[in-house]
């Protein structure tokens, strides 16, 4: 089996941090995705408490308890959109990061293929051989 580069390593590391950026979006975006649903709902409440139909005016006490309930499950989701934009603002950090360092670290790999390639060519060039035992011989 062949022997993993530094920067097959770090490739590998920098898609699973992508993978976990993803997650971090996904989970995001649903968080989001609530917070517009009880903002709705929430409209919809107000709408009904400020009608001037007679059925709705029964139930007023009950609209205001949800709508109380509502604003507290807002604030929550508020707290946790936040705590979900920092991850992922974290976990992208972290894939730059390991991004740059794969760069590096493919840069040091080519570099050094082009030093070996260059010692090559002067052993070709001027005859040494690649180890002294060969002219001991």
């Given amino acids: 089996m062949a022997e993993k580069t530094r920067s097959d390593k770090l490739r590998r590391l920098v898609a699973v941090q992508r993978h976990l950026e993803q997650m971090a979006e996904f989970d995001l975006a649903e968080t989001t995705r609530q917070r517009a649903e009880v903002s709705e709902e929430m409209d919809s409440v107000i709408h009904a408490l400020g009608s001037m139909d007679p059925v709705h005016h ?26 979900h934009q920092m991850r992922v603002q974290q976990e992208r950090a972290k894939g730059d990061r390991l991004e740059d360092g794969m760069r590096e670290a493919l840069d040091d790999e080519r570099r050094e293929a082009d030093d070996n390639a260059v010692y090559d060519i002067i052993d070709q060039k001027y005859g040494t051989p690649a180890s002294s035992k060969l002219q001991k011989s």
Avoid: N
Avoid at 61 to 73: E, N, P, V
């Fill in 58 to 83: 029964a139930f007023s006490q009950g609209y205001a308890d949800r709508f109380s309930r509502l604003g507290i499950k807002d604030k929550q989701l508020t707290g946790m959109q936040e705590v």
